[in-house]
């Protein structure tokens, strides 16, 4: 182990927390043993690495190391040793007392290159390796990955299928009505374990693009409908996109532009229930005014009043 576990991670002594997470994440993923086969280097570094943030990434322990109480394996640092030496015995021959030393079998293993483990792993780790025959097992890392899904695809949910860098694939099945933004765990696809210990997690952040015809709020899916001028005087039926496919709706007679209309149990499915579609109305002339329209436009004012703007003078 170095003397120095700031310098093992390359970060300062003021470092924060975070900082010294992302350090320690970023050599791991470098040095991992299972992404270094049979490099004894890369495993002896990943240890390195992870012995010195299991004692940084604990606040007391950090703070005891800072302070000189611990060293960087983490173990007490001995009282001050000194020698007292005594004249007696009945033979005269001079003693030596070892006050405040540590238990001399720790002195020759120290001498001898068999400190004791660590201990006392993080994140899954339950040791480092040693004489003391304590095998090394740590949790894998979590893999973090970016998902673009079509509209339809989050609100009725898919399967969707990842190419993985190294070239392999990780299928993701996506629930129906994934929110854009929301992140899906997908236990034990992550990083493998090392000595036995369970794989990490597979955290699959979800990117939902953009409809040209629906829109969501909430569990709701809204829809501007265009509607004719003979539609919204006269009512009918017309055909209305819905996420699930098209169905026949009624227009009532009468209908206006900025009325909403609501077909329930067409929106998202939840655990909560099954949202609405929300119909708001667009009343649309045609991009050309034939002459029979035209006509009876003209004869309709005429022999009518009506005045859309009256109320909105009487308001203000």
Do not use: C
Request: glycine share 14%; proline share 4%; net charge neutral.
């Amino acid at each position: 182990m170095a003397d120095d576990l700031y310098s093992v991670l390359g970060v300062s002594k003021t470092a924060s927390a975070d900082e010294i997470s992302k350090a320690y994440r970023k050599l791991a993923k470098k040095y991992h043993p299972d992404l270094n086969p049979g490099d004894d280097s890369a495993e002896a570094k990943f240890k390195e690495a992870s012995a010195a943030y299991a004692i940084l990434n604990d606040a007391e322990k950090r703070g005891q190391y800072d302070r000189g109480e611990i060293d960087a394996s983490g173990q007490e640092r001995p009282q001050q040793r000194y020698y007292r030496e005594y004249a007696g015995g009945e033979d005269g021959q001079r003693y030596y007392s070892s006050a405040g030393f540590e238990d001399m079998g720790d002195i020759f293993s120290d001498l001898f290159g068999q400190r004791r483990s660590a201990g006392g792993g993080f994140g899954g780790a339950r040791g480092f390796g040693g004489a003391g025959g304590h095998g090394f097992a740590m949790r894998g890392q979590d893999a973090n990955y970016r998902l673009e899904i079509g509209f339809l695809d989050a609100a009725n949910g898919t399967k969707k299928r990842i190419t993985l860098p190294d070239g392999g694939t990780l299928d993701v099945t996506i629930p129906a009505g994934v929110r854009d933004g929301q992140v899906l765990r997908l236990k034990g696809k992550g990083m493998p374990g090392t000595g036995g210990a369970e794989a990490g997690d597979a955290l699959v952040e979800i990117t939902v693009g953009a409809h040209p015809v629906f829109k969501r709020d909430g569990r709701d899916i809204i829809v501007d409908l265009p509607i004719t001028f003979d539609e919204a005087v006269l009512g009918g039926k017309v055909e209305v996109p819905t996420i699930h496919g098209a169905v026949s709706m009624t227009i009532p007679a009468g209908a206006n532009t900025g009325q909403t209309l609501r077909m329930k149990g067409r929106g998202i499915k939840a655990k909560a229930g099954t949202g609405d579609q929300l119909i708001k109305l667009q009343v649309m002339l045609p991009e050309t005014i034939d002459g029979d329209l035209k006509e009876f436009a003209e004869k309709w004012r005429e022999t009518h009043s009506y005045d859309p703007r009256k109320k909105l003078r009487e308001q203000t």
